[in-house]
């Protein structure tokens, strides 16, 4: 019987460590005990992925967490990653990234920073812990390097009030920031559809980043089990730290599968299809807005890219003018 080959994977969220030095009051993973009791993700079992991540056509890998520099080894595992020519995010709270911004030096392509207010006490009762001051000092450690940087807010209905200020001190830094909405999960509260405006107002202005087709599809109402949307296992992957596909995705986690250093084999079997099957389809999936898993079509991609890189270039342009 001929198998059926799968989709080209584009997109891999690679979860490096579940263990995290924040407090937020909106996760749940450093309260798991489940997840804080996995190790961390071994360079070994990386490598071997990141090989197979390449045959199956991926293009990104987002290192994430927990906190991915928790991670002794992710410099090792970064640079194999680059070495193999993939483009590497890399999503951090920035609490340690001082201490070890030398070794990450030139490794990912682009490092996303959560800021969600610019008020000392804010950040402290929204994240648990103190941090602000060593934020800020990641991001002017980051830009001394020269390493790209954005910075990743992601607005509820509580901190939609600080859009304004945000913004503006994001242009006074000039340092680029990529608004998107909250999206449900654990329990939190996705953002209410009348903040979606507030946010679109802020397209046009210089140094913000925002995807109008994703704020269109939040407003919508997210995912239809009976038509999904959901990309997961036709165009994104998860990968745990304790070397697991989570099935259908990290967020809703129904099953999962040990990798063993055998995904591309199980890429290229009848099971990669009956595994993902249900990923958008579940009761679940109804209404799920979450960002990663919701990629545009590929030639969608391409247009929205060289859209936002043009109009990115010519806001910014215009704002140095501006100041000059
Ligand atoms: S930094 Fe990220 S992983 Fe850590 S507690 Fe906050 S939201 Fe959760
Ligand atoms: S629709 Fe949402 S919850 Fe369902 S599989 Fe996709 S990302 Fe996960």
Redesign the pocket.
Known sequence: MSIQQPNKIFFCNYWVTYRCNSKCEFCKIWRDTNLQSLSDAKVSEVKINLHDLKKMGVKIIDFTGGEPLLNRDLPQILSYAKKLGFFIKLSTNGLIYPERSQELKDLPNRIYFSLDTINQNEYKKIRGVEGFDKLLESIGIAKKLGQEICLLYTVTDENIKNIENIVNFCQKNKTTIYIHPCFSYFDNKELNKKNISIIKKFFWKPYVRMSLPQLEFHYRGG?EPQN?S?R?GISTIDISPDNCLTI??F??NVKKVKINGDLYSIYNSSEWNELFKM??R?D??KN?T?DC??GLSYSDRLLQYFFKQNLSYFKNFIEERRRK
Do not use: L, S, T
């Open positions: 995912n999904p959901c997961v259908p995705c967020h809703k990923a958008g579940y679940f999936c799920c979450i898993y919701f």
